[in-house]
């Protein structure tokens, strides 16, 4: 199918410009020229490279809506990709976490989970892609971790480890925790009444009792040791496969170079500006949370994803767990005048193509896959989607009232 979008204002590489954009086959065809096709009159409305999220995981709450409440995962899934179309994200890495934990995070869950994408995908409108949220001390997800990596989109692979950050010593934040492997690293004693208070919203997302999670907590740091092997085994599998890697929450410039030295060339919500320095420094894409960015400030402390931006130490900008953000920062980062539009707008387009491998997307330009989004944007107001295309495809398209 031809189509031609007139008269929009066109965020090109580098430049926003009033043209004309033609897609044949899927793909951008012609900038510039005459109409053929199908023509949209897209006069005083944007046209985009269509958002790329890299690391999503508000498909939680459509898997469980209410506290140990589960809904059917077909019907979440749906729902889901209908979120994703109509706030303009036409590729999106789910990140399914793969943890030692029973419940919604659980390896088995997830694997249904991504075996149900894979049954939908004829039926879905964009592509639904995964991040295997890797838990490290969840040794039991190496066979899974394997199955997924020979699917039919390859996933990326995040290495997560919320068991050290749990386990660190009562009086060290987040954000100045060691490095996990190193001697420096100081741990919480699992009897303290204090761990109860810590691990309380994991035990109620793992439907267990306070006890029974702290047990569980006790025997899988037994693994630690072993914890650095596995990692090695997992990121051997990733580099065979090619897929994308990335550390996540790095404190300190010795992690990011100790996951880069694995194959892991992504920090993905860096901390701390050590971290994020050592990130840049060595040449690694740099991913920071989309609400952190449309809310002003990280809700955990950590870095502030305007602040990077306007540094350049940003190169994409995710959902994390809420879809709309993606747009909503760049409307925020855009008003904040944190840089120019065209910039900010590869931080949710090209940025993360670049961060996932993807070279056949995330910029107009010839030959490049039809990837689109048509929006409004009133001065002084939020953008809106009015429409998604996938490939060429309509995925989405909303007519407003007025």
């Known amino acids: 199918m031809t189509m031609t979008f007139e008269g929009a ?5 580098g430049e926003i410009a009033e043209t004309s954009v033609t897609i044949a086959n899927g793909l951008i065809a012609e900038i510039g020229g005459p109409s053929q096709g199908t023509v949209i009159d897209a006069r005083g409305l944007i046209l985009a490279p269509a958002m790329i999220d890299v690391h999503g995981d508000a498909f939680e709450r459509q898997l469980m809506p209410r506290p140990g409440v589960y809904f059917p995962t077909e019907a979440a899934v749906i729902d889901t990709d209908r ?16 943890s030692w934990e029973p419940g919604l995070r659980d390896i088995a869950r997830g694997r249904d989970l991504m075996q149900a994408m894979r049954d939908l995908a004829p039926r879905l409108l964009v592509e639904n892609r995964v991040q295997l949220r890797w838990e490290t001390f969840a040794f039991d997800a190496l066979e899974t971790i394997e199955w997924a990596l020979a699917g ?14 749990t386990m660190r010593a009562y009086d060290v934040s987040m954000q100045d925790r060691a490095f996990e492997f190193s001697p420096d690293f100081s741990i919480a004693a699992l009897d303290d009444a204090r761990m109860k ?7 109620h997302r793992a439907g267990v009792s ?3 999670y ?8 037994d693994r630690r040791s072993a914890v650095p092997e596995m990692i090695e085994k997992v990121a051997t599998l990733a580099r065979a496969a090619g897929a994308p890697m990335l550390s996540h929450d790095d404190t300190k410039a010795e992690t990011r170079s100790w996951f880069r030295g694995h194959g892991a060339s992504v920090a993905e919500f860096p ?15 740099i991913i920071f949370g989309a609400p952190n ?3 002003g400030g990280s809700h955990i402390g950590s870095l502030s994803a305007g602040d990077m931006v306007e540094a350049g130490l940003c190169d994409a900008l995710a959902s994390d767990y809420f879809y709309p953000a993606m747009l909503a920062a760049v409307a925020r980062l855009d008003l904040d005048r944190r840089a120019d539009r065209s910039h900010l707008w590869s931080l949710v387009s090209h940025g993360p193509a670049q961060a996932m491998n993807l070279a056949d997307r995330g910029e107009i330009a010839l030959g490049k896959r039809a990837d689109l989004v048509l929006m409004d944007w009133p001065e002084g107001h939020t953008p809106s989607i009015r429409g998604t295309w996938v490939a060429g495809r309509a995925a989405y398209r909303g007519l407003p009232a007025g």
Not at 197 to 203: D, F, I, V
Not at 214 to 221: G, N, T
Not at 271 to 285: K, L, P, T
Request: charged share 20%; with cysteine.
């Open 293 to 295: 960015a449309a809310r």
């Open 271 to 285: 901390m701390v500006m050590e971290a994020a320095e050592a990130a840049r420094a060595n040449g690694d894409a």
């Open 210 to 212: 306070d006890e029974a």
């Open 83 to 98: 979120q994703l179309a109509c706030n303009g994200i036409a590729t999106a890495y789910h990140a399914i976490t793969l």
């Open 152 to 165: 039919p989109l390859l996933p990326s692979l995040a290495f997560n480890d919320h068991t050290s950050m």
């Open 9 to 13: 204002s066109v965020v090109l590489p």
């Open 197 to 203: 208070k810590r691990t309380a919203s994991k035990a």
């Open 214 to 221: 702290i047990s569980l907590l006790d025997k899988v740091w």
